[in-house]
Every structure is written in structure tokens, then in C-alpha cells.
């Protein structure tokens, strides 16, 4: 039910409160991508095997503090495809519309119907993984007021030589 109302709001937008506990836990918000398409890559005896998905699937992704629960339904609503995506998961995006996860020795490569979905899923993805977070070693190390001090007078020093 709450899924219908939330693929009824749009691509991307499908905001819906508490849904129950999932992947991120309970009460973590849902965005659901529709039209979404599935191909699994697996690696076995050294052949690689790639399986697609025929029909175009709902993405519903529930974001939580430190990962992301991934799960892709069918049109009957029946789950074909549920991770977790967190730091530590080995992930990328791929083009301008496609993302991958490896989990153990398969992979997953998740294409969207649009770019802005892919650009929505992967902002949510950043967001949960704490890329926006992120500081440089140089950043952890060097006071504000010390870093813009360093370059002023690195500038003063280039004009000198000059």
C-alpha cells in the first residue's frame, strides 16, 4: 500500500514515513525509483554469467544513518533483488545511469530510466554512506585560518620569484 502511494508520487520522490523495519531500520525514509532495470554478473569456473531482468522493476531505496537498503520488486510486488549499501560495500557508478554493487563473488548492475533518477539515487547513496561528510587528511590536520595563511604567503613568494 505504502508503496503504490509512493511510486503514485513520482520518480525519485516517493517519500513515505514509517513503512516497517527494513533494511536501514524502522521509520527511515523510502524514495522509489520506477522503471528500473536488473542484470546480475557472476563469475563462476572463470565463465562470466550475466542474467537480466526482462521487465522493468520498482526501486525502493530506504535510507538510513550509515547505510542504504536496496530492495527491487516486480510488478507483483514480489522482491527479485535486497542489499544493504553501506562504507565498506564495494559499489560505483557506471555511466550516466547505471550503478554496480559486488557482493561476494556476484555483482549487480542497476540501471535507472532516467539520469535524474540515477543522480537522486545517488545523492541519497552519498548521503547514507557519509560521503558528504568526508574530510582530506589536509583538513583533519590544518586549522582554517593556517591553511588560508600557507597559501597567501606561497602567492607572495611565487610573485618574488617572478
Avoid: W
Wanted: hydrophobic fraction near 40%.
Amino acid at each position: 500500500m505504502a508503496a503504490a502511494a509512493a511510486a503514485a508520487a513520482g520518480p525519485g520522490t516517493g517519500v513515505v514515513g514509517v513503512t516497517g523495519t527494513g533494511v536501514a531500520g524502522p521509520c527511515a525514509a523510502v524514495s522509489v525509483f520506477p522503471g528500473a532495470r536488473l542484470l546480475t554478473i557472476g563469475d563462476a569456473n572463470g565463465e562470466i554469467q550475466r542474467h537480466a531482468e526482462q521487465q522493468a522493476l520498482r526501486l525502493e531505496v530506504r535510507a538510513g544513518p550509515d547505510a542504504a537498503g536496496i530492495a527491487l520488486y516486480s510488478h507483483e510486488d514480489v522482491c527479485v533483488f535486497k542489499c544493504s549499501v553501506s562504507r565498506e560495500t564495494e559499489c560505483s557508478r557506471v555511466g550516466k545511469q547505471s550503478f554496480i554493487i559486488t557482493l561476494g563473488c556476484n555483482s549487480v548492475l542497476i540501471q535507472f530510466a532516467t539520469p535524474n533518477d540515477f543522480c537522486s539515487f545517488y545523492n541519497i547513496l552519498k548521503t547514507c554512506r557519509g560521503h558528504t561528510l568526508e574530510r582530506s587528511v589536509f583538513s583533519e590536520r590544518t586549522e582554517e585560518s593556517s591553511a588560508v595563511q600557507y597559501f597567501q604567503m606561497r602567492k607572495l613568494r611565487l610573485r618574488e620569484v617572478k
